[in-house]
């Protein structure tokens, strides 16, 4: 199968603090890979550089062969949720649309024909076609978790990379979105930064554990010693859909 993402001896130093260290991923084609880790261990340093928005301190990240950035529709990209102003006057056909606009547009750009057909098909194929005209305050958090989404599959890219994308949604939602992500990975490479252990047993193919070196890569079970390498505390995992507790001893603890 074709090598979707090969990621060589990277590492990624901010001033001196060391961020990512010679990180070794190889991701193939339709992989549907989760990525864990703590906060602080590298996750998003890793998508932003794969992404091209921040360049390694050493090693190399290839996309399909190519530097990252070479080709801007090849990668669509759904950022952690952040909070916005939700008075903005953005409609969700608006935020779709951004999906379309080329590198270094004009300030007053005007969107084609067949710009606008595909954010309406990507709208269609997220179930949000009815929202189109709503003003993006009025969304729900799983709503525009799925607008987000929209936006990133407008570059009609071959990889999706989702940052937390169910961390500000409910239950329902959260499931809603994996089975959409699942059905998705049917056509696309998708790569998801998540804390959401349910996740990674019912949905995610492979796993990566990242704590500024990459730990793991591989099925979606764990055992023992990968966690307290990742983690080096203790932490409640799912698996098959059954909790298992894994526990690492503490000083003082009886």
Do not use: W
């Amino acid at each position: 199968m074709q090598k979707a993402i090969e990621i060589e001896n990277l590492s990624v130093y901010y001033n001196d603090v060391c961020a990512l260290s010679d990180v070794n991923l190889t991701v193939l084609e339709k992989e549907f890979l989760g990525i864990i880790g703590p906060n602080g261990g590298g996750k998003s340093t890793l998508i932003k550089t794969i992404l091209g928005l921040i360049k390694p301190s050493s090693g190399s990240v290839k996309i399909y062969g190519k530097e990252p950035g070479s080709e801007q529709r090849i990668l669509g990209y759904v950022p952690q949720f952040l909070k916005f102003d939700r008075n903005f006057p953005i409609n969700v056909m608006d935020v779709v649309l951004m999906g379309r606009l080329p590198a270094g547009c004009p300030l007053f750009h005007r969107y084609t024909k067949e710009d606008r057909e595909i954010a309406e098909t990507m709208m269609e194929k997220l179930g949000i076609h009815e929202l189109k005209e709503r003003q993006i305050g009025q969304l729900s958090g799983g709503q525009l978790q799925r607008v987000l989404i929209a936006r990133a599959l407008a570059v009609q890219p071959k990889i999706i990379l989702l940052d937390e994308p169910t961390s500000s949604v409910d239950s329902t939602s959260k499931h809603q979105i994996y089975e959409l992500l699942k059905k998705l990975n049917e056509e696309i490479t998708v790569i998801v930064v998540t804390h959401d252990t349910e996740a990674v047993s019912s949905h995610i193919k492979s796993l990566a554990c990242l704590n500024t070196r990459l730990f793991y890569h591989g099925a979606p079970e764990l055992d023992n010693e990968t966690i307290q390498q990742v983690y080096g505390c203790p932490v409640e995992l799912i698996a098959h859909g059954v909790p298992h507790r894994v526990l690492k001893k503490h000083e003082g603890d009886e």
